[in-house]
């Protein structure tokens, strides 16, 4: 197993929990700050989007036009089941793993995904006891490193696109 991606799996995966923090430590400013956290997710889920796009040699005009495209659609559907958003996004992280000039970038964004999604989540449970919330961000970010370590290690992305 390559260490460069276990590293970069766990520094992405990190960003939940630095979210969780955030959210603990920023109670009072969440509630104004619930539109921007949720716009900022979905600018990251679509820029998540455009690195696949890149991934697969489309022209960047292309690439760029479907990214604001599915940036429009994320902002006119309500928040989506982030158990599914985080099995997605482990297989876009194993799919940039075959790219180097990407992966590095697609952590960096996972990473910053997280930050918002934790602190969201958390907010929506602020009246739970720590350790449930930490249990409870656990079983929706458990599919990230469960998901890529298994792809990334069947090679699975790696033999269709490298």
């Known amino acids: 197993m390559d260490v460069n991606f276990i590293l970069a799996l766990c520094v992405a995966f990190l960003g939940i929990f630095i979210g969780f923090v955030l959210a ?44 604001l495209i599915f940036f429009v659609l994320l902002l006119y559907k309500g928040s ?3 158990q599914i958003v ?32 934790g602190t969201l989540l958390t907010h929506g449970m602020i009246k739970k006891k720590k350790s449930e919330i930490i249990f409870n961000l656990f079983k929706i970010i458990i599919w990230l490193p469960v998901v890529a370590i298994i792809l990334f290690y069947l090679n699975f992305f790696t033999t269709i696109l490298c």
């Open 86 to 117: 985080y099995a997605l996004i482990a297989i876009l992280f194993s799919i940039s793993s075959c790219k180097s000039s990407v992966f590095p970038m697609m952590g960096t964004l996972v990473f910053l995904y997280g930050l918002p999604t």
């Open 24 to 67: 603990i430590y920023t109670k009072e400013e969440l509630k104004d700050g619930k539109k921007y956290f949720l716009f900022l997710q979905k600018f990251l889920l679509s820029l998540m989007f455009f690195l696949l796009l890149y991934i697969f040699n489309l022209q960047f005009i292309i690439n760029l036009f479907l990214s």
């Open 80 to 82: 989506p089941n982030q």
